[in-house]
């Protein structure tokens, strides 16, 4: 019973922690677009295949 004293106050620290890095990525907008990092992907490969082309990127 006295472990209780010990394990609902770090529950409410945990949950505070919790709520707090929520806040904090929504108000820096990790939320706002969802659908660029897939989309990344597919746009990566076109510009590593263009660069492929270009003698200048290349190292010698």
């Known amino acids: 019973m006295e472990i209780l004293f010990l394990l609902i ?18 108000r820096n907008r990790q939320f706002e677009d969802l659908e660029r990092r897939g989309y990344d992907i597919l746009w990566d490969e076109s510009d590593s295949a ?10 010698p």
């Open 9 to 26: 106050p770090l529950a409410v620290l945990l949950l505070a922690v919790a709520a707090w890095a929520f806040w904090w990525s929504v």
């Open 50 to 59: 263009e660069a492929d082309d270009d003698p200048a990127q290349r190292s």
